[in-house]
């Protein structure tokens, strides 16, 4: 596991564009955190470091936005904070083409891992520690070796 002290909005968005490219199609990306502790604010930052022009906004209650990136790929954005329990054929049925192509972000993934479980998933973890400052824990998919995530993270290329 990667951990990441963002003191500010600043290294926060710093550090959505040294993920970004990390990121491919098919990757699915859980966020894990309170509530308030920055899940959304650091998915449209991931959406800007994309190059997508319209602004991530939360997806509470709509369940789900997808978003349309510089190089034409998709970035589909889903919360699933008020899903109880795991979710059954028909709730999978309807969100199963957020998946179908381009990058899925998860907020409150738990109901959704049997479905994904196939896939590259990254599991980023922020926690509060003062108004404004998170810590941030990247786990990156079995696949990726920790170290070229690493070197990536620090802007170095291998």
């Known amino acids: ?12 968005a ?5 993920l970004a490219p990390l990121l491919e ?4 990306l859980e966020l894990v955190g309170d509530m308030g502790a920055g899940k959304t604010t650091f998915v449209a930052l991931l959406v800007q470091a994309l190059g997508g022009v319209e602004p991530a906004r939360s997806p509470t ?3 789900a936005h997808q ?14 904070y008020r899903t109880v329990g795991e ?25 959704l891992r049997p479905w994904v479980a ?11 520690v003062e108004e404004g400052s998170r810590v941030a824990r990247l786990a990156p998919p079995a696949a990726r070796t920790l170290a ?3 070197a990536a993270l620090r802007g170095d290329r291998r």
Request: glycine share 6%; with cysteine; proline share 5%.
């Open 1 to 12: 596991m990667i951990v990441r002290s963002l003191p500010d909005l600043g290294a926060t």
């Open 14 to 18: 710093a550090f959505a564009h040294r």
């Open 25 to 28: 199609d098919g990757d699915v």
């Open 61 to 63: 209650y709509t369940v």
């Open 67 to 80: 978003y349309a990136l510089a190089d034409g790929r998709l970035l589909a954005h889903l919360d699933l």
């Open 87 to 111: 979710l059954d054929d028909a709730a999978w049925g309807d969100l199963e083409p957020y998946f179908d192509s381009g990058i899925a972000c998860v907020e409150w993934p738990a109901a």
């Open 118 to 128: 196939d896939r590259p998933t990254w599991r980023l973890e922020l926690d509060t």
């Open 148 to 150: 070229d995530v690493v």
